[in-house]
């Protein structure tokens, strides 16, 4: 079966920090850019972070620069996003996507990713 699986969301209080991951299978992601968005309760899902294929090209929501930092492992399938100093402003359901046309840049344009998670929850008191 063809699927993206998040996981790592919860309950974190202002200025900590969490790791989400993305396990991908079912196919090959060789080639395939990934990518995190988020939605939170009433707005429209937004870009959040973006990596290529080969980790060199790596694109960031302005608001999230220097607090989160997207990486992955092509052996494991496998993408994470670190994110640290979170905000309330962060709370969201966050989704793991992916592009497979082999873009040199990864794209921040949801309608260019194909294959999407579930989400996962994540929560940031004040």
């Known amino acids: 079966q063809v699927q993206l699986v998040e996981s790592g969301g919860g309950l974190v209080q202002a200025g900590g920090s969490l790791r989400l991951s993305c396990a991908a299978s079912?196919?090959?992601?060789?080639?395939?850019?990934m990518a995190w968005f988020r939605q939170a309760p009433g707005k429209e899902r937004e870009f959040v972070a973006a990596?290529?294929?080969?980790?060199?090209?790596?694109v960031y929501l302005d608001s999230v620069k220097g607090r989160f930092t997207i990486s992955r492992d092509n052996a494991k399938n496998t993408v994470y996003l670190q994110m640290n100093s979170l905000k309330p402003e962060d709370t969201a359901v966050y989704y793991c996507?992916?592009?497979?046309?082999?873009?040199?840049?990864?794209?921040?344009?949801?309608?260019?990713?194909?294959?999407w998670g579930q989400g996962t929850q994540v929560t940031v008191s004040s």
């Open positions: 079912g196919r090959t992601y060789s080639g395939a850019a």
């Open positions: 990596i290529s294929w080969s980790g060199d090209d790596v």
């Open positions: 996507a992916a592009d497979f046309s082999r873009r040199i840049i990864p794209a921040t344009l949801i309608i260019l990713y194909e294959l």
